[in-house]
C-alpha cells in the first residue's frame, strides 16, 4: 500500500509562564498506509491527542513546540505550510472528530448551515449544497434528514450530533479522518453503531483512518493496525489481531487487564500499577 502519513521523531513540547518546557510526545515514530486504520491507543495524558492534532497543526505554537525529522502527508512537510496551506489541508485533507459532539458543534447554528460551511470552505464546486448535505445525512445514518437539515444541536440525540460531525467530516473527502475518542459521549449501544459506521465508511470511501482511544476493547472491528503509547512513547505497534492476541509490553498486556468482560465475575476491575512499569 503508498504510504499516507510518515512521522518521524516527533517531539511536542510545551511551556507555561518560563517554566521548563514538558514534553508530551517523544520521539515518536508512525507510518499510515493510504487505506489504512491506525488505533492509537493509551491513557489520558499519554500523548495520543497531542500527537493527533500536531499532523493539521491545531495545537497553538506557543505554548506547544512541535519538531520532527519528518511530518508528512502525501509527501508534502506539514511543518513548512504556510498559514493559508494549512486551512487547506484542514477539512479538505486531514479531518477530526471528537468526542464531545455537544462541544463541537455550534449551537446556534443549524445543521444546515454548519455542514454547508465546510462545503462552502472545501468544495465551492458543490452546486446544490442542501441536496448534498441531505446525502451524507442519510448516508450516516440519520432518519429524518430533512426535518434534521433545518435542526440545532440542543435538538438532537447525542448519537445523532456524532453523526453530524462525521457526515460533516467527510462530506469534504478528505485523506485522512482523525477520529479522537469518538465514543466517550455515547452508551455502549450507540458507541457500537458509530464504530461500525466509521469501519464501513473508511472501507467505502477508501480513505486512512486512525482512532485514538484509551479502549483497547472497541479496536478490533476497526483498525488494521494498533500503535500503543506510554508517556509519550510508542511502546508496541503491530497488527491487531498481534496486539489482542498476543501482546509483548507489560502496559500493553496492562491495558488489556483493564478492559471489563461480561462473561468474567471481578470483585474489582484492575488498575496499572505505573512504578512497576517505570521500574
Known amino acids: 500500500m ?9 517531539h511536542i513540547a510545551f511551556s507555561r509562564h518560563g ?21 492509537i491507543v493509551g491513557e489520558s495524558g499519554s500523548g495520543k491527542s497531542a500527537t493527533a492534532l500536531s499532523l493539521a497543526r491545531l495545537l497553538p505554537e506557543p505554548p506547544a513546540r512541535i519538531t520532527a525529522q519528518e511530518l508528512s502527508l502525501g509527501g508534502r512537510d506539514l511543518l513548512k505550510l504556510s498559514p493559508g496551506e494549512l486551512r487547506a489541508v484542514r477539512g479538505r485533507e486531514i479531518a477530526y472528530i471528537f468526542q464531545e459532539p455537544t462541544t463541537s458543534l455550534n449551537p446556534v447554528l443549524s445543521v ?5 460551511e465546510a462545503l462552502r470552505l472545501h468544495r465551492p464546486e458543490v452546486a446544490d449544497r442542501d441536496a448534498e448535505i441531505l446525502a451524507w445525512l442519510r448516508r450516516v445514518g440519520i432518519t429524518e434528514p430533512e426535518k434534521r437539515l433545518r435542526a440545532y444541536p440542543h435538538e438532537l440525540s447525542g448519537g445523532m450530533q456524532q453523526r453530524v460531525m462525521i457526515a460533516m467530516a467527510l462530506c469534504c473527502h478528505p485523506r485522512l479522518l482523525v477520529a479522537d475518542e469518538p ?3 455515547l452508551d ?4 457500537k ?22 479502549n483497547l476493547g472497541i479496536i478490533r472491528d476497526v483498525a488494521d493496525r494498533v500503535a500503543v503509547m506510554f508517556r509519550g512513547r ?14 509483548q509490553h507489560p502496559y500493553t498486556r496492562a491495558l488489556l ?10 470483585a474489582r476491575l484492575q488498575t496499572i500499577d505505573h512504578a512497576a512499569l517505570e521500574a
Open 193 to 214: 453503531q458509530i464504530l461500525e459506521l466509521l469501519a464501513e465508511l473508511r472501507r467505502e470511501l477508501g480513505m486512512s483512518l486512525i482512532l485514538i482511544t484509551h
Open 112 to 116: 444546515r448551515t454548519q455542514i454547508g
Open 183 to 185: 465514543t466517550t459521549a
Open 2 to 10: 503508498k504510504p499516507l502519513l510518515r512521522i518521524r521523531d516527533l
Open 19 to 39: 517554566a521548563e518546557p514538558m514534553e508530551a510526545v517523544r520521539g515518536i515514530d508512525l507510518d499510515l498506509a493510504e487505506g489504512e486504520s491506525l488505533a
Open 234 to 247: 510508542i511502546v508496541e505497534t503491530g497488527p491487531v489481531e498481534q496486539i489482542l492476541g498476543n501482546p
Open 188 to 191: 455502549v449501544t450507540i458507541q
Open 257 to 266: 487487564e483493564c478492559v471489563p468482560r461480561l462473561r468474567e465475575r471481578r
